[in-house]
């Protein structure tokens, strides 16, 4: 009973995080696991993990960068995954974690030291293309 009462729990935590997530962060990529006490976020790939850890850190929340506890076999780790624990939060602290995850890393995405994803450039390109036109064509 106890067993069954505790997947239930961590079934609804997991839950609520991935919704919230899907909700706050959609450019974040986030598998639902079958178990575990765990979520392994997949950020854009200009976004480093361990900086999002630091600035999630600075505004109260705790994950995990990549760091060394996650490198591969030839000794590099990729730098765009965090991993967030949903075990021992609240639904409320869910919510409000999350929350602040995306004040993290919305800025570092805002940062104009960061370096542009090709498709950011494009995004930028056009809009600045189409103000073009709008002025010749006004």
Known sequence: AHTARVRETYRVHRDRMI?????ELPE???????????????LPSD?????LAKRASAGGVGILGPGRCYAHADGGHRKNHVRTAFTHATLEEIDEGVRRLSV???SIAS???RS???DDVVVAQTTATNAAHSRVIA
């Open 47 to 51: 976004i480093d993990g361990d900086e």
């Open 28 to 42: 974040v990529s986030v598998d639902t696991p079958s178990g575990g006490y765990y979520l392994w976020l997949t």
């Open 19 to 23: 919704q919230c997530i899907r909700d």
């Open 111 to 113: 940062d104009p030291r």
């Open 104 to 106: 993290a890393f919305k």
């Open 116 to 118: 542009p994803r090709a």
